[in-house]
């Protein structure tokens, strides 16, 4: 996955150039999230806005294949795409010390500035949606790339063609991505009517509904961290995590978030941490660094 | 595990025996298929673990140990599977009695019903180590088999520091 592989690079990119970053995939609940970055001289700025790219949501599905072909095509447009799995988007967001989506999203916009100057690229200008607040993240890209001006703006993707472009490398790449998805799982009753993927497509719900399991929760094509799960949690056994319990330990109560995934039915840190694992408590300490219990009961 | 009575507080526990000898037809080799996740699962039972469960080998190596990944339930898992050393066997126990249906919730007989000679440890936000609780539990053989050694004369007498 990812980009093709990229051409020697062209004349023009050691010229002034500008780049459009934008996303596609970030609300969905499953498949991955997709950031696509389109770049050009900046001499090349008129012609981009007379290609018609306008941004990937207002276009037919059909339109948008087209225009990426042709933006593929064209000689005086770089691009790139960086495609972040779900099972990256929910470990991320469910480890010990959490990363939230906007942090995952600023890293993979970085990932793509950095991945288009090592290309040798002479950036002197990059458009980005906003994530999160709009002037600490031009401030914190600014702070990493001080020889380009960042513009961070709303609806950057419909106001600046370089973004629009760049929306539509992101959307075609998360379109298709979906589509291809080769499931991990191998149960026998998997099949593959996705729906876009947003929480609110009744394709989607139907989807989750049929690939839930009480134990397993969904295949690993879906966003775990995503709300939209909670409401399944019902469905689901109690899993317990050793990092839950360090957290109510840190915290005295448990997260909004953890509590809400898990719907934990345990009310003290002792008794969970005690659910989990052995202890070796009350023996010597060889025993206890090596949680060896002595088990009298069983 | 000795299987012994240790003379519990509970003055109503039975006699506990765990029979671990392997003739029963039932008895089933898990080596390869025995996972020790970094959670506690509630729930008792069968489920169809190698058709979600998938773990992938990695080119990391920690240790000396191959680290494998997996993910469940949207975390991913690190882990590396170790053999239980030479003489040793894991033991998967059921209690006495359940197939012929004469379960005796009371029943403190245990029998084997699977066997094991490796397992593969998951770690959650953390690459595996020799310093993890389980591969360090494994030194017990070692402190095991000198705490039971017969202690001859000659050894006594070297020990001895006049």
């Known amino acids: 996955m990812g980009s093709e592989r990229p051409p020697p690079l062209p004349k023009w990119a050691s010229k002034p150039c500008i780049m459009g970053i934008d996303e596609a995939g970030r609300g969905p609940v499953l498949g991955p999230m997709v950031y696509g970055c389109l770049y050009c001289a900046r001499s090349y700025q008129k012609t981009l806005s007379t290609l018609n790219f306008a941004d990937s949501k207002t276009l037919k599905e059909e339109k948008r294949e087209e225009l990426f072909e042709s933006l593929k095509a064209d000689e005086s447009i770089g691009w790139a795409v960086d495609v972040i799995d779900p099972r990256e988007l929910s470990d991320k967001m469910l480890k010990k010390n959490k990363i939230n989506l906007n942090e995952i999203s600023h890293e993979s916009a970085i990932g793509l500035i950095k991945k288009v100057l090592n290309l040798g690229v002479l950036l002197t200008e990059v458009y980005l949606d906003t994530v999160g607040d709009t002037e600490k993240y031009r401030v914190k890209l600014s702070e990493r790339f001080s020889n380009i001006k960042f513009v961070v703006a709303k609806k950057a993707d419909s106001l600046y063609p370089v973004v629009s472009g760049a929306s539509i490398a992101a959307k075609v790449t998360r379109d298709r991505a979906l589509r291809d998805w080769i499931l991990d799982e191998t149960a026998e009753d998997l099949h593959r009517n996705f729906g876009s993927g947003y929480p609110g497509d009744p394709q989607t719900k139907a989807w989750l509904e049929d690939h839930k399991h009480s134990i397993f929760g969904f295949p690993s094509l879906v966003r775990f961290s995503w709300g939209t799960c909670t409401s399944y949690s019902k469905d689901f056994v109690d899993v317990l995590w050793e990092s839950d319990a360090a957290e109510e330990d840190d915290n005295g109560k448990t997260s909004k978030r953890q509590k809400k995934l898990t719907s934990v039915g345990f009310t003290t840190a002792k008794k969970k941490s005690e659910d989990i694992e052995s202890s070796g408590k009350g023996r010597c300490k060889f025993f206890q660094a090596r949680k060896l219990e002595l088990l009298s009961q069983f | ?162």
């Open chain 2, 1 to 162: 595990m000795d299987g012994k009575d240790e003379g519990s507080s509970q003055p109503a526990a039975a006699h506990v025996t765990v029979d671990l000898s392997i003739a029963s037809a039932a008895e089933e080799d898990l080596t390869g298929k025995v996972h020790q996740l970094p959670c506690c699962i509630k729930h008792d039972g069968p489920t169809p673990v190698s058709h979600y469960f998938k773990p992938k080998p990695t080119e990391m190596e920690v240790d000396g140990l191959k680290v494998e990944e997996a993910y469940f339930r949207g975390r991913k898992l690190q882990g590396t599977t170790v053999s239980l050393p030479h003489g040793y066997s894991g033991f998967i126990l059921g209690k006495k009695g359940r197939d012929q249906g004469t379960n005796d919730p009371n029943s403190h007989c245990w029998e084997t019903t699977a066997t094991f000679q490796d397992i593969t440890v998951w770690n959650h936000d953390a690459i595996p180590s020799k310093d993890d609780a389980l591969l360090r539990a494994f030194h017990w053989f070692t402190a095991a088999n000198a705490l039971h050694q017969t202690v001859t004369a000659e050894d006594l007498e070297s020990a001895c520091i006049d």
